[in-house]
Structures are given as C-alpha cells and as structure tokens.
C-alpha cells in the first residue's frame, strides 16, 4: 500500500506540475495538486523506506508548486 501511495503522489505532482504551465489547464493543476499534496502528506507517514519517502517529498514538492501557480492562474474552477 505504502508504494501505491507514493506512486499516487509522484504522478499527481508531475500531472499538477506539468499542467500549471499549459494555458488553460489552472482547473487540472489546481486540483491534481490538491489530492497529491495531501495523498503525499499521509503517504510520508505511512511510510516504511527510504525511496518511499523520497518520492513522497518529489511529489509533495511537485503537488504543492503545481498548485500555487493553478491558484495563481485560475483556480479551482474554469
């Protein structure tokens, strides 16, 4: 569960990350940054090795940039 959880993460982060910089796609970045911001929270708790915590902190980053620069242009809503 716990890999699941930080694949989970890693994915929402570079989805946010990669969809703050695509006109227009403030709604995905907003929201993809949320759920891995937060799946990555109790994902590092959870949380057993060393690589698991590494990519949780990747994706945490990721999540968290992805969703400030979706805020910032847009937000939550089109």
């Known amino acids: ?3 699941a959880l930080a694949v ?3 994915v ?3 989805t946010a990350f ?4 695509v006109p227009g796609g403030h ?3 907003s929201w ?5 911001f937060g799946t990555g929270l109790y994902s590092q708790y959870v949380s057993a090795t060393t690589p698991q915590r590494a990519l949780n902190i990747v994706g945490i980053v990721a999540s968290f940039v ?5 805020i ?3 937000g939550f809503l089109p």
């Open 27 to 29: 709604v995905v970045a």
């Open 72 to 74: 910032a242009r847009g």
């Open 1 to 3: 569960m716990e890999n």
């Open 66 to 70: 992805g969703v400030a620069l979706g």
């Open 8 to 10: 989970v993460t890693i």
């Open 32 to 36: 993809a940054g949320t759920l891995g």
């Open 18 to 21: 990669v969809a703050a910089f």
């Open 12 to 14: 929402c982060g570079l």
